[in-house]
């Protein structure tokens, strides 16, 4: 199991970046997939996460409705896209998959696999 994450960078507040993860090893129709980030200085938290089986989808309050967590099974790939991009979502961003399936897994001690991270910067 493997996974790539790509697409960060630097961009204004107010901007817009998309975050891929490229996927090998499985297929993203089975349990979940997720988005975490962690700032300097601070835990690891969740951003948004997916539940491959059922498309159910969560997001973090600080980006809901800014943040767009997507897949294409098809390119082995899972998406965020993120709006509105805010000086603190500064971060590396982390690419997760877990083998939790009775419910969606929101926290990263739930998520076995992970890539490495990408980091984003939002400065003027």
């Known amino acids: 199991v493997q996974l790539q994450a790509s697409g960060g960078g630097l961009v204004q507040p107010g901007g817009s970046l998309r975050l891929s993860c490229s996927v090998s090893?499985?297929?993203?129709?089975?349990?979940?997939v997720g988005w975490f980030r962690q700032a300097p200085g601070k835990e690891r938290e969740g951003v948004s996460c997916?539940?491959?089986?059922?498309?159910?989808?969560h997001y973090s309050d600080s980006v809901k409705g800014r943040f767009t967590i997507s897949r294409d099974a098809a390119k082995s790939t899972f998406y965020l896209q993120m709006e509105s991009l805010r000086p603190e979502d500064t971060a590396v961003y982390y690419c997760?998959?877990?083998?939790?399936?009775?419910?969606?897994?929101?926290?990263?001690?739930?998520?076995?696999?992970w890539g490495r991270g990408t980091l984003v910067t939002v400065s003027s």
């Open positions: 090893g499985f297929l993203l129709d089975r349990p979940a």
């Open positions: 997916l539940s491959t089986w059922n498309d159910i989808t």
């Open positions: 997760a998959k877990s083998d939790i399936s009775l419910y969606i897994p929101t926290s990263p001690a739930e998520y076995e696999y």
